[in-house]
């Protein structure tokens, strides 16, 4: 667990975070030295075929063992957190034999990690625990992944004895802000299933993700001085803080929904008298049900289009990712290896749902099956961000006997 520690560490000190007003790919540049680190560590490693392109996509492949042709596998985590909170100057806090208690984190006292909302902490007492100091995120989404996938790499090349088939690593850039796998060229990976290490708690298998539109909705008014306003100014920023104030409250929103349940989620607004908009996120699990909320968008923007005809309301929806669930069929043996290799590790496996998205997402879109495995990040996106260090050895384990429970297999 030494070295998994020291690799995350030496991962979330690099500020990784994507950016999703920009074009460029990747969207930051900054991503580009973790894709640089991991190329050199994959090769220091003896990988073969490692690569990190213009876009920060890193691939490399741990050399099959086996007498037999075997099928290719693949492994795959992404660089980048997200953009709703600092990835600056990361400081992590290794709280070593974790008392049981609430983590107060000193970079911002406000921040504490608190044992009654995060239950998983009363039964890795003893163990190691990992925090940013309160400031920034950890980072742990998905620093984590791409630690375990790492580490579980290191340990194949070092155990030849150990019979797999050829496992291809890959890590992406932008996962956070739905372009991940925008640059990556899904059939060269040559796999016939493949595992994003994206997931929380230790023993769960993600069989199903929210289908994802986001909505751009745009209010272009009328500027003028406001002494002179009378009959003249359209004030973009009260029309958009109506449209906002219409949305579902006491139900399709984040804090009244779980399980199954979907959402509307407004997360980012700007502008000013002239210009104001606003990022919304759509999601469901069931897939149709994305086009009823963009029309409950669309209805509140025709009231509002009525009550101020000068203004101009633009309702911009883009498609962003599609249930994992739809496409796992193509290959069974994705999730039941994953089952297999659990209990191998001494765990019960529990096939789960995310309330969010991968890259397993778009990649299955794409063709190739691709569950989401734990790796012991939580708090995503928060600056309570933790992860366990032993919940990240069992994710290395269950790596390990990934690779030889497909090894089994002949193409």
């Not at 600092?86 to 290794?94: E, R, W």
């Not at 009328?222 to 949305?247: E, W, Y």
């Not at 929904?257 to 979907?262: A, K, L, N, V, Y």
């Amino acid at each position: 667990m030494s070295r998994l520690l020291e690799r995350f560490l030496r991962y979330v000190r690099i500020d990784t975070q994507s950016d999703e007003t920009s074009s460029s790919s990747p969207s930051t540049a900054k991503q580009l030295e973790l894709s640089r680190l991991l190329a050199e560590e994959c090769q220091e490693l003896g990988l073969q075929d490692v690569s990190c392109n213009e876009f920060g996509i890193v691939t490399a492949t741990v050399p099959a063992t086996t007498k037999h042709a075997a099928p290719t596998i693949a492994w795959l985590a992404h660089v980048d957190t997200s953009p709703e909170y600092s990835g600056t100057n990361v400081k992590p806090i290794v709280h070593e034999n974790y008392d049981g208690r609430d983590i107060k984190l000193p970079g911002d006292p406000s921040q504490v990690i608190r044992v009654s909302e995060n239950r998983v902490l009363e039964r890795l007492q003893g163990g190691t625990i990992v925090t940013s100091d309160g400031s920034t995120l950890l980072g742990a989404d998905d620093k984590s992944g791409i630690a375990v996938i790492m580490t579980a790499a290191a340990y194949l090349k070092e155990h030849p004895e150990i019979e797999h088939g050829p496992i291809r690593l890959c890590f992406t850039c932008d996962e956070e802000i739905g372009r991940g796998v925008e640059k990556l060229d899904v059939p060269g990976l040559g796999a016939v299933s493949a595992y994003t290490l994206d997931g929380d708690e230790q023993g769960k298998i993600d069989c199903e993700t929210f289908s994802a539109d986001q909505a751009v909705v745009t209010v272009k008014g009328i500027n003028t001085h406001p002494s002179i306003g009378k009959d003249v100014m359209v004030n973009a920023v009260r029309i958009l803080c109506r449209f906002i104030d219409q949305l579902p409250t006491d139900h399709l929103s984040p804090e009244t929904t779980s399980e199954r349940e979907g959402f509307l989620h407004p997360y980012h607004i700007e502008g000013g008298v002239a210009h104001a908009s606003a990022r919304i996120i759509l999601r469901d699990f069931d897939t149709p049900k994305l086009t009823e909320y963009a029309e409950l968008l669309e209805s509140i923007a025709t009231r509002l289009r009525d009550q101020y005809p000068r203004a101009e309301i633009v309702i911009d929806i883009k498609q962003q990712y599609r249930n994992l669930g739809d496409g796992l069929s193509r290959e069974p043996r994705a999730v039941s290896k994953a089952e297999e290799a659990m209990r191998a590790a001494g765990l019960e496996p529990r096939l789960s749902i995310i309330r969010g998205g991968t890259d397993g997402s778009l990649i299955t879109e794409q063709g190739l099956p691709t569950p989401n495995l734990s790796t012991g990040e939580h708090n995503p996106h928060s600056p309570c961000e933790w992860t366990s260090v032993e919940e990240m050895q069992t994710a290395v384990d269950v790596l390990v006997q990934l690779a030889i429970a497909w090894g089994r297999e002949s193409e």
